[in-house]
Protein backbone atom coordinates (compact mmCIF):
# COMPACT_ATOMS: atom_id res chain seq x y z
CA UNK A 1 0.00 0.00 0.00
CA UNK A 2 0.98 3.23 -0.73
CA UNK A 3 1.80 6.11 2.06
CA UNK A 4 1.56 8.93 -0.09
CA UNK A 5 -1.36 8.14 -2.97
CA UNK A 6 -1.04 11.59 -3.98
CA UNK A 7 2.17 12.00 -4.44
CA UNK A 8 2.10 8.80 -6.79
CA UNK A 9 -0.65 9.84 -8.58
CA UNK A 10 1.06 13.41 -9.47
CA UNK A 11 4.08 11.56 -10.38
CA UNK A 12 2.05 9.93 -13.03
CA UNK A 13 0.50 12.61 -14.29
CA UNK A 14 3.78 14.37 -14.35
CA UNK A 15 4.80 11.01 -16.36
CA UNK A 16 1.94 11.02 -18.79
CA UNK A 17 2.63 15.24 -19.72
CA UNK A 18 6.29 14.09 -20.50
CA UNK A 19 5.32 11.80 -22.33
CA UNK A 20 2.68 13.79 -23.94
CA UNK A 21 5.05 16.45 -24.81
CA UNK A 22 7.60 13.98 -26.00
CA UNK A 23 4.67 12.86 -28.97
CA UNK A 24 4.66 9.69 -27.46
CA UNK A 25 1.70 8.48 -25.56
CA UNK A 26 1.90 6.62 -21.81
CA UNK A 27 0.62 2.90 -22.31
CA UNK A 28 -1.62 3.45 -19.69
CA UNK A 29 -3.33 6.75 -18.98
CA UNK A 30 -1.74 7.69 -14.90
CA UNK A 31 -3.61 6.32 -12.21
CA UNK A 32 -5.33 7.96 -10.31
CA UNK A 33 7.94 45.09 20.38
CA UNK A 34 8.73 47.78 23.74
CA UNK A 35 5.11 48.44 23.83
CA UNK A 36 5.25 44.95 24.90
CA UNK A 37 7.67 45.20 28.10
CA UNK A 38 5.35 48.16 28.70
CA UNK A 39 2.29 46.37 28.71
CA UNK A 40 3.93 43.56 30.35
CA UNK A 41 4.93 45.92 33.44
CA UNK A 42 1.62 47.44 33.52
CA UNK A 43 -0.19 44.67 33.38
CA UNK A 44 -2.95 45.32 35.51
CA UNK A 45 -3.63 48.41 33.15
CA UNK A 46 -2.92 46.75 30.07
CA UNK A 47 -4.68 43.75 29.53
CA UNK A 48 -2.70 40.83 27.81
CA UNK A 49 -5.35 39.82 24.78
CA UNK A 50 -4.20 36.45 24.63
CA UNK A 51 -3.36 34.40 27.33
CA UNK A 52 -2.15 30.53 27.90
CA UNK A 53 -3.41 28.68 30.34
CA UNK A 54 -3.14 25.27 31.55
CA UNK A 55 -6.11 23.34 31.32
CA UNK A 56 -4.95 21.02 34.04
CA UNK A 57 -5.10 23.90 36.35
CA UNK A 58 -8.65 24.75 35.14
CA UNK A 59 -11.47 22.72 37.01
CA UNK A 60 -14.34 24.98 35.54
CA UNK A 61 -17.46 23.22 34.35
CA UNK A 62 -20.32 24.58 32.46
CA UNK A 63 -22.06 27.68 33.83
CA UNK A 64 -25.43 29.03 31.95
CA UNK A 65 -25.53 30.39 28.70
CA UNK A 66 -27.79 27.65 26.02
CA UNK A 67 -29.21 29.90 24.38
CA UNK A 68 -29.00 31.07 20.34
CA UNK A 69 -26.84 33.98 21.81
CA UNK A 70 -25.71 35.79 18.52
CA UNK A 71 -21.76 37.37 18.91
CA UNK A 72 -21.94 40.65 20.45
CA UNK A 73 -21.25 43.40 17.82
CA UNK A 74 -17.51 43.91 16.73
CA UNK A 75 -16.21 46.78 18.16
CA UNK A 76 -13.70 48.39 15.59
CA UNK A 77 -10.22 47.50 16.97
CA UNK A 78 -7.69 50.36 17.30
CA UNK A 79 -5.18 51.12 15.74
CA UNK A 80 -1.75 48.95 16.63
CA UNK A 81 0.94 49.95 18.37
CA UNK A 82 3.99 50.49 16.49
CA UNK A 83 5.86 47.06 16.47
CA UNK A 84 9.36 48.69 15.14
CA UNK A 85 9.14 51.95 17.48
CA UNK A 86 11.56 54.75 15.96
CA UNK A 87 14.03 56.17 18.59
CA UNK A 88 11.41 59.22 18.80
CA UNK A 89 8.52 56.86 19.38
CA UNK A 90 10.45 54.79 21.67
CA UNK A 91 11.08 58.51 23.91
CA UNK A 92 7.46 58.50 23.76
CA UNK A 93 6.82 55.12 25.20
CA UNK A 94 9.21 55.89 27.85
CA UNK A 95 7.68 59.44 29.03
CA UNK A 96 4.05 56.94 28.97
CA UNK A 97 5.27 54.17 30.67
CA UNK A 98 6.64 57.15 33.35
CA UNK A 99 3.22 58.73 33.57
CA UNK A 100 1.56 55.35 33.88
CA UNK A 101 4.17 54.07 36.42
CA UNK A 102 2.86 56.99 38.87
CA UNK A 103 -0.76 55.68 38.80
CA UNK A 104 -0.17 51.97 38.11
CA UNK A 105 -0.63 51.02 41.61
CA UNK A 106 -4.07 52.43 42.33
CA UNK A 107 -4.90 51.10 38.61
CA UNK A 108 -4.04 47.80 39.40
CA UNK A 109 -5.66 47.33 42.71
CA UNK A 110 -7.97 44.74 43.29
CA UNK A 111 -8.19 43.42 40.11
CA UNK A 112 -7.26 40.02 40.29
CA UNK A 113 -9.86 37.56 39.14
CA UNK A 114 -10.62 34.09 39.05
CA UNK A 115 -10.50 32.49 35.77
CA UNK A 116 -14.13 32.79 34.01
CA UNK A 117 -16.76 29.56 34.15
CA UNK A 118 -17.06 28.83 30.44
CA UNK A 119 -20.65 29.21 29.52
CA UNK A 120 -22.03 27.77 26.21
CA UNK A 121 -24.24 28.48 23.08
CA UNK A 122 -26.34 26.95 20.85
CA UNK A 123 -25.68 29.72 18.39
CA UNK A 124 -23.13 30.25 15.12
CA UNK A 125 -19.88 32.19 14.79
CA UNK A 126 -19.52 35.44 12.49
CA UNK A 127 -19.77 35.22 9.02
CA UNK A 128 -16.08 37.00 9.86
CA UNK A 129 -14.83 33.89 11.34
CA UNK A 130 -16.58 31.49 9.04
CA UNK A 131 -14.97 32.95 6.21
CA UNK A 132 -11.89 32.66 6.68
CA UNK A 133 -11.92 29.53 9.09
CA UNK A 134 -12.94 26.30 6.49
CA UNK A 135 -12.49 23.74 9.34
CA UNK A 136 -15.35 25.82 10.97
CA UNK A 137 -17.52 24.92 8.00
CA UNK A 138 -17.33 21.40 7.44
CA UNK A 139 -20.48 19.24 9.13
CA UNK A 140 -19.25 18.01 12.62
CA UNK A 141 -18.03 14.57 13.04
CA UNK A 142 -17.59 12.30 16.15
CA UNK A 143 -13.88 12.77 16.59
CA UNK A 144 -14.55 17.12 16.82
CA UNK A 145 -16.00 16.17 20.75
CA UNK A 146 -13.86 17.29 23.35
CA UNK A 147 -12.08 14.74 25.46
CA UNK A 148 -13.57 13.85 29.15
CA UNK A 149 -11.57 15.59 31.69
CA UNK A 150 -10.05 13.05 34.34
CA UNK A 151 -8.59 14.46 37.10
CA UNK A 152 -5.78 12.28 39.55
CA UNK A 153 -5.00 9.32 40.63
CA UNK A 154 -8.65 8.54 41.30
CA UNK A 155 -9.52 9.14 38.08
CA UNK A 156 -12.33 12.09 38.60
CA UNK A 157 -13.83 13.26 35.95
CA UNK A 158 -15.11 16.83 35.70
CA UNK A 159 -18.55 17.21 33.41
CA UNK A 160 -17.28 19.48 30.57
CA UNK A 161 -13.61 20.02 31.98
CA UNK A 162 -12.20 20.69 29.11
CA UNK A 163 -14.43 23.03 27.58
CA UNK A 164 -11.93 26.58 27.86
CA UNK A 165 -12.42 29.88 30.20
CA UNK A 166 -14.69 31.47 27.52
CA UNK A 167 -18.69 32.84 27.11
CA UNK A 168 -21.16 31.41 24.90
CA UNK A 169 -18.67 28.77 23.17
CA UNK A 170 -20.30 27.68 19.82
CA UNK A 171 -20.32 24.17 21.35
CA UNK A 172 -22.06 22.70 17.76
CA UNK A 173 -18.78 24.22 15.90
CA UNK A 174 -16.32 22.62 17.43
CA UNK A 175 -13.97 20.86 15.55
CA UNK A 176 -11.01 18.78 16.22
CA UNK A 177 -8.55 20.17 13.36
CA UNK A 178 -5.65 18.28 13.85
CA UNK A 179 -4.48 15.30 15.88
CA UNK A 180 -0.36 15.08 16.66
CA UNK A 181 1.81 12.86 18.56
CA UNK A 182 -1.07 11.97 20.50
CA UNK A 183 -2.90 15.32 21.26
CA UNK A 184 -5.85 16.60 19.45
CA UNK A 185 -6.28 20.01 18.31
CA UNK A 186 -9.12 21.79 18.85
CA UNK A 187 -10.47 25.26 17.16
CA UNK A 188 -13.20 26.32 19.91
CA UNK A 189 -15.04 29.73 18.77
CA UNK A 190 -16.76 31.56 21.07
CA UNK A 191 -18.66 34.77 21.20
CA UNK A 192 -16.06 35.80 23.68
CA UNK A 193 -13.08 34.98 24.35
CA UNK A 194 -11.56 37.84 26.26
CA UNK A 195 -13.54 36.36 29.46
CA UNK A 196 -10.74 36.02 31.49
CA UNK A 197 -9.26 39.79 30.90
CA UNK A 198 -9.82 42.08 33.87
CA UNK A 199 -11.63 44.66 33.22
CA UNK A 200 -9.89 48.12 33.21
CA UNK A 201 -10.68 50.25 36.53
CA UNK A 202 -13.01 52.97 36.06
CA UNK A 203 -10.80 56.48 36.16
CA UNK A 204 -8.24 54.78 35.51
CA UNK A 205 -7.38 56.29 31.96
CA UNK A 206 -8.56 59.49 33.40
CA UNK A 207 -6.29 59.28 35.99
CA UNK A 208 -3.43 58.00 33.60
CA UNK A 209 -3.52 61.19 31.01
CA UNK A 210 -3.72 63.14 34.08
CA UNK A 211 -0.45 61.42 34.88
CA UNK A 212 1.09 62.30 31.38
CA UNK A 213 -0.57 66.01 31.13
CA UNK A 214 1.54 66.50 34.36
CA UNK A 215 5.04 65.41 32.73
CA UNK A 216 4.58 67.35 29.72
CA UNK A 217 6.48 69.80 30.32
CA UNK A 218 9.53 68.10 31.09
CA UNK A 219 8.80 66.02 27.59
CA UNK A 220 10.74 67.80 24.81
CA UNK A 221 8.38 70.49 22.34
CA UNK A 222 8.49 68.77 19.12
CA UNK A 223 7.76 64.85 21.75
CA UNK A 224 4.73 66.65 23.29
CA UNK A 225 1.66 66.01 20.53
CA UNK A 226 3.32 62.99 19.31
CA UNK A 227 3.44 61.49 23.04
CA UNK A 228 -0.19 61.99 23.46
CA UNK A 229 -1.26 60.28 20.20
CA UNK A 230 0.61 57.33 21.47
CA UNK A 231 -1.37 57.41 24.15
CA UNK A 232 -4.70 57.70 22.90
CA UNK A 233 -3.98 54.80 20.99
CA UNK A 234 -2.20 52.49 23.89
CA UNK A 235 -5.74 53.53 26.19
CA UNK A 236 -7.76 52.47 23.39
CA UNK A 237 -6.03 49.41 23.07
CA UNK A 238 -6.31 48.83 26.43
CA UNK A 239 -9.87 49.56 26.66
CA UNK A 240 -10.05 47.44 23.46
CA UNK A 241 -7.96 44.10 25.22
CA UNK A 242 -10.60 44.74 28.32
CA UNK A 243 -13.76 44.30 26.54
CA UNK A 244 -15.78 41.17 25.18
CA UNK A 245 -14.29 39.97 21.45
CA UNK A 246 -16.05 37.01 19.08
CA UNK A 247 -12.61 34.64 18.50
CA UNK A 248 -11.44 31.03 19.56
CA UNK A 249 -9.46 29.71 21.49
CA UNK A 250 -7.13 26.82 20.04
CA UNK A 251 -7.32 23.81 22.52
CA UNK A 252 -4.44 21.28 22.22
CA UNK A 253 -5.62 18.18 24.69
CA UNK A 254 -4.29 14.75 25.40
CA UNK A 255 -6.44 11.63 25.81
CA UNK A 256 -7.28 12.94 29.73
CA UNK A 257 -8.18 15.68 28.41
CA UNK A 258 -5.38 17.84 29.88
CA UNK A 259 -3.28 20.19 27.89
CA UNK A 260 -2.63 23.58 26.60
CA UNK A 261 -5.66 26.24 25.55
CA UNK A 262 -5.13 28.98 24.23
CA UNK A 263 -7.59 32.07 23.97
CA UNK A 264 -8.22 35.06 22.40
CA UNK A 265 -7.56 35.07 18.96
CA UNK A 266 -10.19 37.66 17.17
CA UNK A 267 -10.65 36.86 13.30
CA UNK A 268 -8.23 40.00 12.68
CA UNK A 269 -5.76 38.32 15.09
CA UNK A 270 -6.18 35.22 13.14
CA UNK A 271 -5.46 37.02 9.56
CA UNK A 272 -2.77 38.68 11.20
CA UNK A 273 -0.79 35.79 12.20
CA UNK A 274 -0.76 36.65 16.02
CA UNK A 275 -1.86 33.36 17.22
CA UNK A 276 1.56 31.30 17.87
CA UNK A 277 1.46 29.04 20.56
CA UNK A 278 3.78 26.59 22.20
CA UNK A 279 3.20 23.62 24.31
CA UNK A 280 2.92 20.08 24.51
CA UNK A 281 0.21 18.15 25.93
CA UNK A 282 1.41 14.32 25.53
CA UNK A 283 5.15 15.39 26.38
CA UNK A 284 6.29 16.15 22.57
CA UNK A 285 7.12 20.00 22.57
CA UNK A 286 5.39 22.00 19.81
CA UNK A 287 4.82 25.28 18.60
CA UNK A 288 1.58 25.55 16.87
CA UNK A 289 -0.58 28.49 15.09
CA UNK A 290 -3.61 29.19 13.74
CA UNK A 291 -3.77 30.48 9.66
CA UNK A 292 -6.78 31.44 7.98
CA UNK A 293 -7.93 29.57 4.78
CA UNK A 294 -5.48 29.63 1.57
CA UNK A 295 -2.76 29.41 3.39
CA UNK A 296 -0.82 26.10 2.72
CA UNK A 297 2.39 26.06 4.00
CA UNK A 298 3.86 28.06 7.01
CA UNK A 299 7.48 28.85 7.21
CA UNK A 300 9.42 29.21 10.42
CA UNK A 301 12.34 31.33 10.95
CA UNK A 302 14.74 31.00 13.93
CA UNK A 303 17.62 33.29 13.33
CA UNK A 304 19.38 31.48 10.67
CA UNK A 305 16.94 28.10 10.75
CA UNK A 306 14.06 27.77 8.90
CA UNK A 307 11.24 25.17 9.36
CA UNK A 308 8.08 24.91 6.77
CA UNK A 309 5.12 22.79 7.76
CA UNK A 310 1.98 21.88 5.94
CA UNK A 311 -0.87 24.20 6.96
CA UNK A 312 -3.97 21.19 7.92
CA UNK A 313 -7.41 22.33 9.02
CA UNK A 314 -6.39 26.21 9.40
CA UNK A 315 -3.77 24.66 12.31
CA UNK A 316 -0.06 24.63 11.87
CA UNK A 317 2.56 22.50 14.24
CA UNK A 318 6.14 22.42 14.53
CA UNK A 319 7.39 19.73 16.59
CA UNK A 320 10.31 20.84 18.35
CA UNK A 321 11.91 18.08 19.87
CA UNK A 322 15.58 17.61 18.88
CA UNK A 323 15.92 21.09 18.37
CA UNK A 324 17.30 23.70 20.20
CA UNK A 325 15.70 25.23 23.27
CA UNK A 326 15.28 28.46 21.75
CA UNK A 327 13.31 27.06 19.25
CA UNK A 328 9.54 28.04 20.15
CA UNK A 329 8.55 30.98 18.92
CA UNK A 330 9.88 32.27 15.58
CA UNK A 331 11.12 35.52 15.03
CA UNK A 332 9.68 35.43 11.69
CA UNK A 333 6.43 33.29 9.81
CA UNK A 334 6.22 33.17 6.41
CA UNK A 335 2.63 31.90 5.11
CA UNK A 336 2.17 30.90 1.41
CA UNK A 337 -0.38 29.77 -0.76
CA UNK A 338 -0.38 26.49 -2.42
CA UNK A 339 1.28 27.65 -5.62
CA UNK A 340 3.98 29.16 -3.43
CA UNK A 341 2.88 33.08 -3.46
CA UNK A 342 3.99 34.57 0.30
CA UNK A 343 0.62 35.46 1.79
CA UNK A 344 1.96 37.10 4.43
CA UNK A 345 5.34 37.55 6.61
CA UNK A 346 4.34 38.60 10.38
CA UNK A 347 7.48 39.65 12.40
CA UNK A 348 7.51 37.67 15.59
CA UNK A 349 4.75 35.81 17.39
CA UNK B 1 2.12 -3.83 -11.07
CA UNK B 2 2.20 -4.65 -14.70
CA UNK B 3 4.51 -7.56 -14.31
CA UNK B 4 7.39 -5.62 -13.13
CA UNK B 5 7.70 -7.16 -9.74
CA UNK B 6 10.00 -9.51 -10.66
CA UNK B 7 12.72 -7.74 -12.49
CA UNK B 8 15.95 -5.87 -11.24
CA UNK B 9 15.75 -2.30 -10.49
CA UNK B 10 17.80 -0.94 -13.13
CA UNK B 11 15.80 -3.32 -15.57
CA UNK B 12 12.75 -1.12 -13.71
CA UNK B 13 14.22 2.41 -14.15
CA UNK B 14 15.83 1.86 -17.44
CA UNK B 15 12.09 1.27 -18.92
CA UNK B 16 11.01 3.95 -16.68
CA UNK B 17 11.15 6.64 -19.15
CA UNK B 18 8.55 5.31 -21.70
CA UNK B 19 6.63 3.32 -19.12
CA UNK B 20 4.00 4.95 -16.46
CA UNK B 21 3.89 1.46 -15.01
CA UNK B 22 7.48 1.15 -14.50
CA UNK B 23 8.01 4.08 -12.39
CA UNK B 24 5.20 3.45 -10.73
CA UNK B 25 6.54 -0.04 -9.54
CA UNK B 26 9.92 1.97 -8.56
CA UNK B 27 8.28 4.44 -6.86
CA UNK B 28 5.79 1.58 -4.61
CA UNK B 29 9.93 -0.07 -3.98
CA UNK B 30 11.59 2.52 -2.52
CA UNK B 31 8.75 4.86 -1.03
CA UNK B 32 8.82 3.64 2.03
CA UNK B 33 12.42 3.32 2.57
CA UNK B 34 12.93 7.18 1.02
CA UNK B 35 10.57 7.96 3.87
CA UNK B 36 11.82 5.75 6.48
CA UNK B 37 15.53 7.79 5.61
CA UNK B 38 14.45 10.88 5.69
CA UNK B 39 12.45 10.44 8.90
CA UNK B 40 15.53 8.97 10.34
CA UNK B 41 17.74 11.95 9.31
CA UNK B 42 15.45 14.86 10.76
CA UNK B 43 13.02 13.48 13.31
CA UNK B 44 10.19 15.32 11.16
CA UNK B 45 7.50 13.41 9.34
CA UNK B 46 6.28 16.80 7.11
CA UNK B 47 9.81 17.08 6.18
CA UNK B 48 10.22 13.22 4.90
CA UNK B 49 7.28 13.75 2.91
CA UNK B 50 8.21 17.07 1.11
CA UNK B 51 11.75 15.68 0.64
CA UNK B 52 10.61 12.47 -0.46
CA UNK B 53 8.71 13.55 -3.15
CA UNK B 54 11.53 16.19 -4.24
CA UNK B 55 13.30 13.06 -4.67
CA UNK B 56 11.09 11.06 -6.87
CA UNK B 57 10.35 14.02 -8.93
CA UNK B 58 14.20 14.64 -9.95
CA UNK B 59 14.18 10.82 -10.09
CA UNK B 60 11.45 11.08 -12.58
CA UNK B 61 13.28 13.83 -14.48
CA UNK B 62 16.49 12.39 -14.81
CA UNK B 63 16.01 8.36 -15.36
CA UNK B 64 16.04 8.63 -18.92
CA UNK B 65 19.76 9.33 -17.93
CA UNK B 66 19.99 6.71 -15.95
CA UNK B 67 22.75 4.04 -17.41
CA UNK B 68 22.32 0.57 -15.95
CA UNK B 69 25.32 -1.12 -14.95
CA UNK B 70 27.00 2.71 -13.97
CA UNK B 71 25.61 2.54 -10.98
CA UNK B 72 23.16 0.50 -9.24
CA UNK B 73 19.87 2.20 -9.44
CA UNK B 74 19.63 2.46 -5.41
CA UNK B 75 22.85 4.06 -5.39
CA UNK B 76 21.66 6.34 -7.80
CA UNK B 77 18.00 6.80 -5.92
CA UNK B 78 19.90 7.17 -2.58
CA UNK B 79 22.24 9.66 -3.91
CA UNK B 80 19.61 11.93 -5.50
CA UNK B 81 18.62 11.80 -1.76
CA UNK B 82 22.04 12.80 0.21
CA UNK B 83 21.97 15.61 -2.20
CA UNK B 84 18.43 16.79 -1.69
CA UNK B 85 18.79 16.38 2.05
CA UNK B 86 22.18 18.38 2.16
CA UNK B 87 20.98 21.08 -0.38
CA UNK B 88 17.46 21.52 2.28
CA UNK B 89 19.43 21.73 4.77
CA UNK B 90 22.22 24.46 3.62
CA UNK B 91 18.93 26.67 2.81
CA UNK B 92 17.09 25.86 5.22
CA UNK B 93 13.78 24.73 3.10
CA UNK B 94 12.91 21.94 1.03
CA UNK B 95 13.47 22.88 -2.67
CA UNK B 96 10.65 22.07 -4.95
CA UNK B 97 12.61 22.75 -8.44
CA UNK B 98 11.78 19.32 -10.02
CA UNK B 99 8.02 19.18 -8.82
CA UNK B 100 7.64 22.25 -10.51
CA UNK B 101 9.86 21.57 -13.61
CA UNK B 102 7.09 18.66 -13.80
CA UNK B 103 3.96 20.82 -13.16
CA UNK B 104 2.97 18.39 -10.17
CA UNK B 105 0.95 19.97 -7.63
CA UNK B 106 2.11 20.96 -4.14
CA UNK B 107 1.70 17.90 -2.10
CA UNK B 108 -1.16 18.25 0.77
CA UNK B 109 -0.71 16.14 3.72
CA UNK B 110 -2.91 15.06 6.56
CA UNK B 111 -2.52 13.55 9.81
CA UNK B 112 -2.89 10.39 9.03
CA UNK B 113 -0.27 10.26 6.50
CA UNK B 114 2.17 11.60 9.32
CA UNK B 115 1.13 9.17 11.38
CA UNK B 116 2.04 6.14 8.93
CA UNK B 117 5.19 7.77 7.78
CA UNK B 118 5.92 8.11 11.74
CA UNK B 119 5.47 4.63 12.32
CA UNK B 120 8.21 3.98 9.67
CA UNK B 121 10.73 5.11 11.99
CA UNK B 122 11.58 1.71 12.93
CA UNK B 123 11.78 0.41 9.81
CA UNK B 124 15.31 -0.22 7.50
CA UNK B 125 16.52 2.55 5.97
CA UNK B 126 17.99 1.31 2.45
CA UNK B 127 20.33 4.09 2.09
CA UNK B 128 21.96 3.60 5.38
CA UNK B 129 25.43 3.52 4.59
CA UNK B 130 25.52 3.01 1.04
CA UNK B 131 27.68 6.01 0.06
CA UNK B 132 28.65 6.73 3.69
CA UNK B 133 29.97 2.96 3.46
CA UNK B 134 32.71 4.04 1.23
CA UNK B 135 36.42 5.97 1.65
CA UNK B 136 36.02 9.23 1.46
CA UNK B 137 37.55 9.82 -2.14
CA UNK B 138 35.22 6.88 -3.81
CA UNK B 139 32.37 8.94 -2.09
CA UNK B 140 33.09 12.14 -3.31
CA UNK B 141 34.04 11.34 -6.17
CA UNK B 142 30.58 9.40 -7.23
CA UNK B 143 28.71 12.23 -5.87
CA UNK B 144 30.24 14.45 -8.06
CA UNK B 145 30.77 12.33 -11.49
CA UNK B 146 26.90 10.60 -10.64
CA UNK B 147 25.09 12.33 -8.63
CA UNK B 148 25.50 15.80 -9.67
CA UNK B 149 26.49 14.63 -13.61
CA UNK B 150 29.63 17.03 -13.46
CA UNK B 151 32.45 16.53 -16.31
CA UNK B 152 35.46 13.93 -15.05
CA UNK B 153 37.84 17.58 -16.15
CA UNK B 154 35.91 19.62 -13.72
CA UNK B 155 36.31 16.88 -10.81
CA UNK B 156 39.45 16.24 -11.58
CA UNK B 157 40.25 20.80 -11.38
CA UNK B 158 38.52 20.58 -8.34
CA UNK B 159 40.08 17.62 -6.06
CA UNK B 160 43.53 18.60 -7.79
CA UNK B 161 44.55 15.28 -9.49
CA UNK B 162 44.22 13.65 -13.00
CA UNK B 163 40.89 12.78 -14.76
CA UNK B 164 42.23 9.02 -14.63
CA UNK B 165 42.35 9.52 -11.17
CA UNK B 166 38.67 10.60 -10.80
CA UNK B 167 37.82 7.63 -13.34
CA UNK B 168 39.19 4.89 -11.11
CA UNK B 169 38.04 6.02 -7.94
CA UNK B 170 34.37 6.78 -9.50
CA UNK B 171 34.57 2.49 -11.34
CA UNK B 172 35.95 1.84 -7.80
CA UNK B 173 33.43 3.20 -5.53
CA UNK B 174 30.81 2.09 -7.92
CA UNK B 175 31.63 -2.13 -8.04
CA UNK B 176 32.26 -1.74 -3.95
CA UNK B 177 28.35 -0.52 -3.92
CA UNK B 178 27.85 -3.15 -6.60
CA UNK B 179 29.50 -5.74 -4.50
CA UNK B 180 27.74 -4.85 -1.42
CA UNK B 181 24.51 -4.68 -2.92
CA UNK B 182 24.92 -8.11 -4.11
CA UNK B 183 25.68 -9.01 -0.59
CA UNK B 184 22.83 -7.89 0.61
CA UNK B 185 20.34 -9.40 -2.09
CA UNK B 186 22.02 -12.95 -1.54
Not at chain 1, 84 to 105: C, G, H, L, N
Request: hydrophobic share 40%.
Amino acid sequence: MTILPQLESELLGAHARRAARRGRLPRRSPAPGVFAVVLGMTAAIAVAVVAVVLIRQHHGSVGGGGGAASPPPAAPEPPPLPSKPTRDQQREEQYIFRAQSAVSRSCSRGQASPLPQPTVSQGAPSQALLSILGVLRRPAQPTDKLPTRVLGRNHQVIPNGSLPPAKDIYVRYIRRARWRFGAGYYIVPAGDVNAQAPPVRPGCAAAQRRALQRELPQIPQRLRAPTLALERTFLAQTRYSSEPHEGICLLALNSTGGGDVQCGSTATDIEQGHTTGTGGPTGVPVAYGVIPDGVATVTLRYGRNRFTVHAIGNVWILPLHGRQPQYGFPDKIVWRSAAGTVIRTVQGP
Amino acid sequence: MGGWESESDERVLAAAPRDPVAFAAFYHRYERSMLAFFLRRTGDAELAADLTAEVFAAALDACGRFRAGEAPATAWLFGIAQHKLAKSRRRGVVEDRARRRLGMAPLVIDDDDLERIERLAGEDDAGEGLLESLPPDQRDAIRARILEERSYEEIAGELRCSQAVVRKRVSRGLARLRNQLEKESR
